[in-house]
């Protein structure tokens, strides 16, 4: 069976991938008001807030800290996961944007690419942002700090072919509610908030088979400086997840184009 990604013409999707930063900078002042504002009071409510209930360090490290890696990956990945659903399917099916891309010489598999690429590429605006408001806030704590994209954006590429796969198959704007439910209620077991030592012994194996979890427990690493053995699989669990995600994305997106 040939993989999708070897369909994949690379001018053609960093050309669909130009054409989405484009319109994204069309509205930029309106698009940087969210990433702004989220991570600022959040931080404050559970950095300062929550915080300040909490005795001493958590695994170590302090809460601010501990929660500001947390609420970046979560941020980062939720961007990733909104820019491959709701937004790519206003794209794909209101208005028929993905229809008259098609109608170029451009392939499903390049046009999923540049997608997948430009939900990074917003991740990364988010990364930015953020990055620089856990600095202010003192959240990170280690020179290899500059390094905690890394972990991030391969977490979003995971979670955005994941999420165009699921686009792909979608063909009620409702049926994201159950998709939404899901990524949210995972979330608050993905360690981002507390320690996953915390949960019953039955509910941190599922938790751990999360890609989301890799990818905030790396960046929590990358802040701080406190590296692990296992991270290490971690990082290449992560990396192997995104890989999958973004096959079935391409190959998902075709049939329901083209097939």
Not at 93 to 99: A, G, K, L, P, R
Not at 104 to 126: K, N
Not at 150 to 176: C, E, K, N, R
Request: charged letters at 10%; one cysteine or more; glycine letters at 6%.
């Amino acid at each position: 069976m040939t993989l999708a990604a070897t369909h994949i013409d690379l001018r053609d999707a960093l050309a669909v991938w130009r054409r989405n930063v484009v319109v994204h900078l069309r509205l930029w002042k309106l698009n940087l008001v969210a990433p702004i504002i989220e991570p600022v009071i959040s931080i404050l409510g559970f950095g300062w807030g929550i915080g300040a209930l909490v005795a001493g360090k958590v695994t170590g490290i302090p809460y601010l800290t501990f929660v500001g890696a947390g609420l970046l990956g979560v941020t980062v990945l939720m961007r990733a996961m909104f820019e491959t659903t709701y937004a790519a399917y206003f794209r794909m099916v209101y208005q028929s944007t993905y229809d008259a891309i098609l109608a170029t010489p451009v392939d499903p598999e390049s046009l999923a690419l540049a997608e997948i690429l430009w939900a990074i590429t917003h991740g990364l605006f988010d990364t930015v942002i953020i990055m620089t408001v856990l600095i202010v806030f003192g959240a990170a704590t280690s020179p290899w700090a500059i390094l905690a994209p890394l972990p991030l954006l391969t977490g979003a590429t995971f979670m955005a072919g994941l999420s165009l796969g699921v686009t792909a198959h979608v063909h009620d704007i409702d049926a994201f509610n159950i998709y939404m439910a899901m990524f949210f209620s995972t979330m608050y077991v993905s360690g981002a908030f507390f320690p996953l030592d915390v949960l019953p012994i039955w509910l941190q194996l599922p938790a751990r088979i999360l890609p989301m979890t890799e990818s905030i427990e790396l960046t929590r690493a990358f802040l701080t400086g406190r590296f692990l053995v296992r991270h290490a699989y971690d990082a290449a669990y992560l990396l192997i997840s995104a890989l999958v995600a973004c096959e079935w994305a391409m190959r998902s997106l075709r049939r329901r184009m083209v097939a």
